[in-house]
């Protein structure tokens, strides 16, 4: 596929340079004299500018998009902890009900274990955290590490916990956290924020381009209800108005419940059957798409390509089977030990320092099916967690043998 987007960028841009070449002659910029006016015509030289503003459109792109497909290999913290941190806190994680909620938080008793802390898991429902919270508060929790849930719907017991020294840590939301101007205090970081969906919508608007050859007509399928996914679309919608002319963007908007449903795939379908010149769909996360490369099939539709952020196991095999094209990844995992970080060095009396820095979680994009299968033959993964050493990386930030 790269290959191929190389060739035609190439094919144009050598037209561009021989049209170019002869715009100086004669015979492409004629005048004519006309009840005494001069009239220009200038058509050629129109063509030339429009070629060549879409060639380095496309040359833009294809740079940083090489960038966006290089795995991390460490993680991107490097401020270690003034000592090793006290053992005995006591750290709850908040694990809501979605798919993602687990993967954020699988590594949580690997980490508690390392830092000598007692954990407790509390399962909520995202728009329902209070309880949750309150229950962590009466267990007596010292921490609390919550994703993808904004502070406002469990605000009597954040002002509680913090009223009692507790200090929160958030994941995928847009809160911002102390240490940032207007931040909330206590909430020690929020990792995966929008400065990160930013950053990662961004790469794969120059993969788009640069994959369409600055022709991508891509649709979005989004649940707004969470604001971190609204500024994933923001962001997405900006890139591509920024780095490609005569791309377009819209939005298919389902809910929890079509996802639940297994409206999705219907959803989609019928869209690209009233839009026929859309050629990208693009889902805000890896649980979104399932049923629906098996839907287009059916409703003969072969013109678009599927992509999407956050990839699990199922969006790698469609790429090795090439019923998707590309996905980014989304280091959930990680996100726990950077919030983990953040309790540690709060623990000490240390400044996070690098906490912007840990918040823009690190990505990358997987385009072809050998890498895809890579991963897959990596032991059955779901997502990817992130460096493969980073539990040793973080033990050495936190002094720990």
Same mark, same amino acid.
């Given at each position: ?38 009239? %220009? *015509? ?7 500018? =429009?070629? /060549?503003? @879409?060639?380095?459109?496309?040359? &833009?792109? !294809? ?116 240490? %940032? *101007? ?7 970081? =929020?990792? /995966?924020? @929008?400065?990160?969906?930013?950053? &990662?919508? !961004? ?116 790429? %090795? *089977? ?17 919030? &983990? ?61």
């Amino acid at each position: 596929m790269r290959k191929s987007t190389i060739r035609v960028a190439a094919a144009v841009f050598a037209l561009g340079l021989f049209a170019a070449a002869c715009g100086s002659s004669d015979s492409d910029t004629t005048t004519e004299e006309t009840s005494g006016e001069v009239v %220009v *015509d200038d058509t050629n030289a129109v063509t030339e500018d =429009t070629a /060549g503003a @879409a060639v380095d459109e496309v040359a &833009a792109a !294809k740079e940083a998009a090489a960038l966006a497909v290089t795995i991390p290999e460490n993680i991107a913290l490097t401020v270690a902890a003034s000592a090793t941190p006290p053992t005995g806190k006591k750290v709850a994680w908040i694990s809501c009900e979605l798919p993602s909620c687990p993967e954020v938080g699988e590594d949580w008793p690997l980490i508690a274990k390392t830092l000598g802390w007692e954990l407790k898991v509390i399962n909520v429902k995202s728009f329902e955290p209070a309880p949750g919270i309150q229950q962590a508060l009466d267990w007596g929790a010292n921490y609390i590490a919550i994703s993808g849930t904004p502070v406002a719907l469990y605000q009597a017991q954040f002002d509680a916990g913090l009223a009692k020294g507790v200090k929160f840590t958030s994941a995928y939301t847009t809160d911002a956290p102390q240490g %940032v *101007d207007g931040g909330i205090e206590g909430l020690l970081t =929020t990792v /995966g924020d @929008a400065s990160y969906v930013e950053m &990662a919508m !961004k790469a794969f608007a120059s993969w788009i381009i640069a994959d369409s050859n600055a022709e991508a007509k891509v649709v979005m399928v989004n649940i707004r209800d969470f604001p971190v996914l609204v500024a994933a679309e923001n962001a997405q919608k900006a890139a591509l108005a920024a780095g490609c002319a005569k791309c377009t963007f819209d939005v298919i908007p389902v809910t929890i419940e079509d996802l639940g449903g297994g409206k999705v795939p219907q959803a989609v379908a019928s869209y690209l059957q009233e839009n026929t010149d859309v050629n990208y769909v693009l889902f805000a996360f890896g649980g979104l798409p399932t049923g629906v490369s098996a839907a287009l099939k059916t409703a003969g539709i072969t013109n678009v390509k599927l992509v999407g952020g956050d990839f699990s196991a199922p969006n790698l095999q469609e790429v %090795v *089977d090439g019923t998707n094209s590309a996905w980014t990844s989304n280091p959930k995992a990680e996100a726990s030990w950077i919030m &983990a970080h953040a309790m540690v060095l709060d623990s000490l009396g240390d400044t996070y320092t690098e906490e912007r820095t840990g918040a823009a979680l690190q990505t990358f994009i997987v385009d072809t099916p050998e890498v895809a299968k890579s991963f897959l033959d990596g032991g059955g993964l779901q997502n990817w967690k992130g460096p493969k050493t980073q539990a040793d990386q973080f033990k050495a930030l936190w002094n720990i043998k």
